[in-house]
Each structure stands twice: as C-alpha cells, then as structure tokens.
C-alpha cells in the first residue's frame, strides 16, 4: 500500500484534527503518501482530495471542527453516488481509506467495502458514544465536559430563584452525554432514549423532592421518546400546574459539538489514528480502530453498528440514589 486518504464525515466532534494529525503522520513515516478528502463522502464523489504532509497538520491537535470539512451525503446513499466516489478514488491511485466518523459513517463504509473491495478502516469520531468496539469515541469527553460547564452555571440560577431546569443535551438516539452530565451535574433525574421516561413517576418524585429541596436540575437527551426538553417541560408543567412551581428548559445545542478537545480526546484521537493506519499496513479491513479497557482492538464495522453498546444500568441507579 502506497497510497491512503483520510475524511471526517457526519456531525464534526472535538478530536477529530487530533485524529487527522496522527493519521498524516503515521503515514508519513511508514513512507506512505497520504491523501485528505474534504466534505466526507461528499467530496469523495466530487473528486476534492489533496496530498497532505506533515505540515499541513501543524497547529491542530488543540482545534475544535475538522481542517478537512464534514458532511451528511445523500449522494453516497445510492449506488451510483459510490460508483462516482470510488471511480475518483482510483483515479488518484487511493489504495486504503481511513474514515473518521459516527455509526452512519461506517455503515457507508462496510457498503463501500463490499461493493469495491476498497480497504478502509474507522476511526469512531462522534460526540455520542453509540459505537460498539471501543469505550469512548472521539469528541464524547469534551461533549461532556461543555455541557457539565454550563450545567453547573444553571445550577446556580436555578437555586437563586428556587427553579425547577430542565437541560436539553445532544444525543437523537443516545443518551450517554445525558447520563455522564446527570452524575456529573448532579441531576435529580435524567431522561433518554434508550430508557422508557415515565413522567407520572418524575412528578411524583418531584412534588417529594420538594420537601428536601428548592430546585432541580432535569438532563434530558434530545432524542427521549417523551420528547425534547421544552416538550417534556411543558408536560410536566402541565401535571404539576397547581403546585406553584416555576420551570424553565435550556437547550445547550451546537455548543456541545465545538471547543478545544479535552486530553482524554486529545490522547484517543492519536492512538486510534495511528492504529487505523497501521492496522491497514497489516492487512486489517472493513473494520473500526477502538480502545476498549485500555489497549486498541480492530471491530468489523458490522458489529460496530450491529451491536449496541448498552448504558451502564448502575450509571442509572447511580442518578437515582444519589437525588434523594
Ligand atoms: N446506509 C448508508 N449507506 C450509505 N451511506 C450511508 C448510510 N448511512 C450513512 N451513510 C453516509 O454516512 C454519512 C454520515 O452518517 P450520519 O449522518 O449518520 O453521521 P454519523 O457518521 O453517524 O456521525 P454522527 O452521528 O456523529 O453525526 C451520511 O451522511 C451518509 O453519507
Ligand atoms: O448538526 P446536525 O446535522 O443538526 O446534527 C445534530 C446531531 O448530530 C449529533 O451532534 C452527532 O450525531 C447528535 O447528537 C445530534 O442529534
Ligand atoms: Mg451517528
């Protein structure tokens, strides 16, 4: 193999240039020529790839986004969107991919593998930690860590004024950001997708909260099968209108998806870059470089979006007993 390329692709997560970096360098010095796709598989089948050096990475580990652009591409979706992509791909004389990206990303890529044959190998890089086949992926710590800043400034207000927060945080079908800020940020309760929220129970629990306590803080994920966090506010509301309670709902948004990654990005971010290009060097395809307790482990993408990775049920109970 002489010749690798590398992409972000889905939603951007902090990490991702960390990831970039260490995939152009470990190229460069196993004497491969490395190559960046810019705007995902969007540009895959638009043909924007250009040689990339070693410093073309210089001054990014600490950035945010991603220098080479990232997209959602209805295009790769059908056939002939991944026949484009692989013509210009061979075209350049690519012979390996390493794709930086969430689940969507890599069902992409097993598509493109078994149609092509096309070696390629993922980094897990999304804020929402539902990849099976590594601990934590790239993006989540810093995720956290944004939202629990701004979890601890509402704390704040909240118990100024005796108010009942509910805080919206990322996550369409995961709830990991939601439970690692409910422990962090010390949440009375926190509601996700994977879970069935039972608001009949949170208000009850509310009303005795009350006794011990003038204000709470709610985490809700997005994507809760209840609704989001204005919705879920307002039915609560709704159940609890004649307790003279005051509710107010934050949603934290895009803030999660930006901002210097944490160290604990930083480090992932290099390991799995460098694994996913050695691992090409090795013959490993059609699969994810994670870190699971520790050491790097290659998982076919077929289980890394087959099989889902469960919250951690004590996590939950953790939540509830510590909001007595
Ligand atoms: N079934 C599929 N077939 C072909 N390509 C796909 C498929 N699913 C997703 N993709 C491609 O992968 C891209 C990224 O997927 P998606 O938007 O789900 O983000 P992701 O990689 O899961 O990251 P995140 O969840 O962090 O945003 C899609 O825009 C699409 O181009
Ligand atoms: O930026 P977009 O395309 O609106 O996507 C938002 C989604 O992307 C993520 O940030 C990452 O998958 C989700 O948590 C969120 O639901
Ligand atoms: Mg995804």
Redesign the pocket.
Same mark, same amino acid.
């Given at each position: 193999m002489k010749k690798i390329a590398v992409f972000t $692709? =889905?939603?951007d /997560?902090p990490g991702m240039n960390a990831c970039i970096r260490a995939v152009v360098r470990t190229a460069i010095f196993h004497n491969i020529e490395i190559y960046g796709i810019s705007y995902?598989?969007d540009g895959m089948i638009n043909g924007n790839i250009k040689r990339m050096h070693s410093y073309s990475v210089s001054n990014i580990i600490q950035r945010g986004g991603t220098i080479l652009k990232s /997209?959602? $591409?209805?295009d %790769?979706?059908t056939p002939e969107g991944r026949k484009k992509a692989f013509a210009k791909l061979t075209e350049q004389g690519i012979e390996g991919i390493v794709a930086i =990206?969430?689940?969507?990303? %890599?069902?992409?890529a097993k &598509?493109f593998f078994e149609e092509f044959g096309m070696p390629i190998i993922g980094c897990p890089g &999304?804020?929402?930690n539902d990849i099976y086949g590594t601990d934590y992926t790239i993006g989540f710590d810093t995720a956290v860590n944004t939202a629990l800043e701004a979890i601890d400034k509402i704390r704040d207000t909240a118990a100024a004024h005796d108010r009942i927060f509910f805080v919206e945080v990322m996550g369409r079908d995961s709830g990991y950001i939601a439970v690692e800020c409910g422990i962090g940020g010390g949440a009375e309760f926190v509601m996700v997708p994977e879970t069935k929220t039972d608001l009949n129970k949170v208000v009850k629990s509310l009303k005795n909260l009350r006794k011990s306590k003038s204000s709470s803080i709610i985490v809700v994920a997005e994507g809760d099968e209840e609704g989001g966090g204005e919705e879920i506010m307002h039915k609560v509301e709704e159940k609890l209108k004649d307790a003279d309670k005051d509710f107010k709902v934050t949603t934290l948004g895009h803030i999660q998806r930006g901002g210097n990654p944490t160290a604990r990005d930083r480090v992932l971010a290099s390991r799995c870059g460098m694994a996913a290009v050695e691992g090409l060097l090795k013959g490993e395809q059609n699969c994810m470089a994670g870190v699971v307790n520790g050491e790097v482990v290659y998982t076919p993408f077929a289980d890394c979006i087959g099989k889902s990775k469960a919250l951690n049920e004590d996590h939950l109970r953790l939540i509830e007993i510590l909001s007595i």
């Open positions: $692709s =889905g939603g /997560a995902g598989y /997209a959602r $591409s209805e %790769f979706r =990206g969430g689940d969507g990303t %890599f069902t992409g &598509t &999304t804020i929402d």
